[in-house]
C-alpha cells in the first residue's frame, strides 16, 4: 500500500512540474515578444489564457485520475486485508456462510475459506443433517423464513457436518439479506459456527457441580454417620468400664473385658480410617517399598486371626498359603488392604469360610479374599469403592474401608477389583506389580 502511495504522489509531482514549467515557457515567450516590438493583440492575450486554462484543467483532471486510482487501490488492498481476516478467522473457528433462497427453498453453504460454495440442498436433504432430537428447532428456523419474517432469528442444534464425519453443535444467527420489489424477503443470509467447545466445558462444569455436590452430601452423611460410628464404641467402653469396676463376678469381668476390647478396636480402627483418608486427600500417603517374603505376610496375618478378626460363629477363616517368594513392596498397605477385605467379609458371612489366597499373576501378585457370605447385587457393584457409601446401614462402618483400599492400591500402580454374587458370596482382590527381590526360583508351598 506504502509503495502504491509513493509512485503516485511522484507522478503528481511530475505533473506538477510540467504544468509549471509551460505556464513559464509561455510566460517567457510573451514577455520576449513584448521586448523585441512585437505588437500583442487581444487575440493573442485570449490564446495565451486559453493555453493557461486548459493546462491547469489539464492537470486538475489528471491529478484527479491518479488520487481516483490511488483511492480504488487502497480500497482494493483494504478488502483484500479485510477478506484475508474474515478468512483466518472461518477457518480457524470453523465458521461459515449459510443463505436461503424463499422461493426455491434452498440453502446453500458457502466457506470462506474454500472460496467457492461447498453444498447446494433442499430444506429435506438439510433436515436429514440435523440431529433427531433437534429437528422441531430446525423445523422453527426453517418456519421463520418461509414466513418471510424481517426480524432476526437465533437457534442452536446438533449438525451433521460430512466433512468431519460426526455432530456437532451448531449457532446460528439468521438476518434477511435481499427483498423484492413488493418489500418482502426473498432470501436470508446465516452466519452459522460450531459451538462444540462451549458445550463441552459447560458439559465438564456441569459434571465438576454435580461431583462436587455429591461431595458435600456424601460429606454431610460421613459426618451425621460418623457421630454415631463414634459414639456407640465410647458408650459401650464408658459403660462397660463402670460395670467393670463394680463387680467382683469372675465371669462377668472376662465377658465385660471382651467388649470393652472389641469397641476399642473399633474405635482404633475407625479413627485409623479418618487419618488415613486425610493422608489420601493431601497426597502424603508414605509407601516403604522392602523385600519382604510372601510366606511370612499370610503367615503373620494367620497367626493374628483370632484376636484381629471377628468372624460370626461357625465361620472359619482360611488363609491358603501357595508360594514363597521375597518381593519387594509395602508389606504393611498390602496387609492393610487385606485386612479391610477380611473384616468386611465377617460383618457379611453368617456361614461357611473366609479363605485368603495368593498367586503369580500378570508380572505382579494377586491377592483374594473370598467368602460365602450375603453377596453383592449387580446394581451396587459401580458403588463398592466410593467413599462414604454404605450398601447396608444397619452394618457397623463408615463406608471409608473399600476406599481407602482402592487409593492405596493405586499409589502403588496396583488394582481392586470384585466379583460377587447376591446370595451366594464374593471375591475381592487385589494386584500390585512386582519384581522378585532374588533371581531364584518360587519355592511352591506343600500342602
Known sequence: MNVTKNIIKSVCYII????????????????????????????????????????????????????????????????????????????????????????????????????????????????????????????????????????????????????????????????????????????????????????????????????????????????????????????????FSGLLAETDNPKEKKEFNEIINQNNTILLQLINDILDLSRIESGSVDLKNEPFSLLTLITDMDKASKSAYLPKKGVKIIFEKSIDETIVGDKNRISQILNNYITNACKFTDKGSIRISYERKDNGICFSVTDTGIGISQNDMDRIFIRFEKLNSFVQGTGLGLAICLSLAEAMNGKVDVESKEGEGSTFRLWIPVKAEFSEKSKIIKK
Open 16 to 239: 506538477i512540474i510540467v504544468v509549471v514549467s509551460g505556464i513559464l515557457a509561455i510566460i517567457n515567450n510573451t514577455i520576449t515578444m513584448f521586448i523585441d516590438g512585437y505588437p500583442i493583440s487581444l487575440s493573442s492575450l485570449f490564446s495565451f489564457s486559453y493555453n493557461i486554462i486548459l493546462i491547469i484543467m489539464s492537470t486538475i483532471l489528471m491529478v484527479y485520475f491518479f488520487i481516483s486510482i490511488y483511492h480504488k487501490t487502497k480500497n482494493e488492498e483494504q478488502l483484500a486485508d479485510f477478506h484475508k481476516k474474515f478468512k483466518y478467522l472461518t477457518s480457524t473457528n470453523a465458521i461459515y456462510i449459510m443463505q436461503y433462497d424463499v422461493d426455491t427453498q434452498t440453502f446453500i453453504r458457502w466457506t470462506p475459506e474454500a472460496d467457492k460454495i461447498m453444498r447446494t440442498f433442499s430444506v429435506t436433504d438439510y433436515f436429514t443433517l440435523v440431529y433427531k432430537e433437534d429437528i422441531d428447532i430446525a423445523k422453527s428456523l426453517v418456519s421463520h423464513m418461509n414466513n418471510r419474517t424481517k426480524k432476526i432469528y437465533s437457534c442452536e442444534y446438533r449438525y451433521f457436518i460430512p466433512d468431519k464425519k460426526h455432530f456437532f453443535w451448531q449457532y446460528n444467527d439468521i438476518f434477511p439479506y435481499e427483498y423484492g420489489d413488493d418489500g418482502r424477503v426473498v432470501s436470508y443470509l446465516g452466519m452459522c459456527r460450531t459451538n462444540d467447545k462451549w458445550h463441552k466445558a459447560m458439559e465438564e462444569m456441569k459434571q465438576l457441580r454435580d461431583k462436587a455436590e455429591s461431595a458435600n452430601i456424601m460429606k454431610s452423611a460421613f459426618l451425621a454417620n460418623m457421630s454415631h460410628e463414634i459414639r456407640t464404641p465410647l458408650n459401650a467402653i464408658i459403660g
